[in-house]
T-cell receptor, first 109, second 110 residues
Framework: KNEVEQSPQNLTAQEGEFITINCSYSVGISALHWLQQHPGGGIVSLFM???GKKKHGRLIATINIQEKHSSLHITASHPRDSAVYICAASGAGSYQLTFGKGTKLSVIP | SQTIHQWPATLVQPVGSPLSLECTVEGTSNPNLYWYRQAAGRGLQLLFY??????ISSEVPQNLSASRPQDRQFILSSKKLLLSDSGFYLC?????????FGPGTRLTVT
């Protein structure tokens, strides 16, 4: 069974800082997901990637398949980025997700 | 465009009472459907998934069950709720490996 580890668990940043959240997984995957969960609980899918790098606005996600590692970067962080960011992995040949425990990000003005 | 609905948004139920949570998807056909639970202070956990009508796979043995009576309808049920069933329940749909989440139902069992 895949295990997904995220770090750090909690992160506090000043507005404008560059932020990195890391995710590692134990076995081969079909896809790696980054999700954002706001205080109300709703979850938004940010990225799904199986190789390389994706960018959307100030968010960048990268994955290194050989090292079983992915990172989520936020450039020029803003208080509205405050949320829990969750990494999740689809096992090889499977649509089911295994989730990390999440990283709680607080961006202070 | 596709949308996913869940109801109710919040629910407070006594221990031992039945449960029915509904999820529907619009704008797509034959989606993969998922039920997840997030217990307080814990990560998301897959409960059930379905790749078609009447096809349900369970990931975690418990007193919950799921059904898919129609292509775009997914129902989570329990005959008798336990305190440990409290949590945030999310439905998701996906074409392939992508997954899109519903707004969730916050269930408190008292």
């Amino acid at each position: 069974k895949n295990e997904v580890e995220q770090s750090p668990q909690n992160l506090t940043a000043q507005e404008g800082e560059f932020i990195t959240i890391n995710c590692s997984y134990s076995v081969g995957i079909s896809a790696l997901h980054w999700l954002q969960q706001h205080p109300g609980g709703g979850i938004v899918s940010l990225f799904m990637l199986s190789s390389g790098k994706k960018k959307h606005g100030r968010l960048i996600a990268t994955i290194n398949i050989q090292e079983k590692h992915s990172s989520l970067h936020i450039t020029a962080s803003h208080p509205r980025d405050s949320a829990v960011y969750i990494c999740a992995a689809s096992g090889a040949g499977s649509y089911q997700l295994t989730f990390g425990k999440g990283t709680k990000l607080s961006v202070i003005p | 465009s596709q949308t996913i609905h869940q109801w109710p948004a919040t629910l407070v139920q006594p221990v031992g009472s039945p449960l029915s949570l509904e999820c529907t998807v619009e704008g797509t056909s034959n989606p993969n459907l998922y039920w997840y639970r997030q217990a307080a202070g814990r990560g998301l956990q897959l409960l059930f998934y379905s790749v078609g009508i009447g096809q349900i796979s369970s990931e975690v043995p418990q007193n919950l069950s799921a059904s898919r009576p129609q292509d775009r309808q997914f129902i989570l049920s329990s005959k008798k709720l336990l305190l440990s069933d409290s949590g945030f329940y999310l439905c998701a749909w996906g074409p392939g490996y992508e997954q899109y989440f519903g707004p969730g139902t916050r269930l408190t069992v008292t």
